[in-house]
């Protein structure tokens, strides 16, 4: 794990290029490749708070509200291309217009509210006809409140830089626990 992640790090450092490529989904071996696909969900959601936590100052949110809207999708495209999977954060409540939930995705949200409902959320769900692997983002860091709970726990100086970025923000009125999106990953 230590080696993937030391090589996502180095492949965004070193990385000038920004293109765009396309590709075509291939089938998935649920069973052979959960793992991977797990351990790129962990490299991915570790990368992106390794450097949020590592801007973030008890008086000055700026710099990692900053390098979330500039670089979070960058970071995740960067490792998504590494690993060889298509790695997207979605919600319905989106804040980034690229993370928005489409209708399928919007289903498999729903089915994770019920069973979060009922007492125990799904840890996983595996659509086969899109060959999408989907698990849950939670909120589970009182530090995720200060941009995405309610204007009583929300930075208010950090959100008016949110809203420059992303005036038709969504991605609020959270508390720890909830269910804040979905992780979909796809081979490419």
Not at 150 to 178: F, H, M, N, S, W
Request: hydrophobic share 35%.
């Amino acid at each position: 794990m230590k080696n993937v992640i030391f090589s996502i790090s180095t492949l965004v450092l070193f990385s000038c290029a920004n293109e765009s490529i396309e590709y075509k989904p291939l089938p998935i071996n649920l069973e052979e490749e959960e793992a991977q696909i797990l351990d790129a969900i962990a490299a991915t959601q570790q990368l992106l708070i390794q450097h949020l936590t590592a801007r973030v100052d008890s008086t000055n949110l700026e710099p990692a509200v900053r390098f979330c809207a500039e670089n979070a999708q960058r970071l995740t495209d960067s490792i998504s291309n590494e690993l060889g999977y298509a790695i997207r954060r979605i919600s319905p409540k989106n804040r980034n217009t690229r993370n928005e939930a489409t209708k399928k995705d919007w289903e498999v949200f729903r089915h994770f509210e019920k069973s979060k409902e009922s007492g125990t959320m799904d840890k996983s769900y595996f659509d086969e006809l899109n060959q999408t692997y989907y698990t849950p983002i939670v909120l589970g860091m009182p530090l995720c409140l200060k941009c995405h709970g309610t204007v009583e726990t929300r930075d208010a100086q950090a959100y008016v830089i949110i809203q420059e970025y992303y005036p038709r923000d969504k991605a609020v009125d959270y508390a720890l626990g909830d269910l804040r999106g979905l992780w979909s990953v796809r081979k490419k």
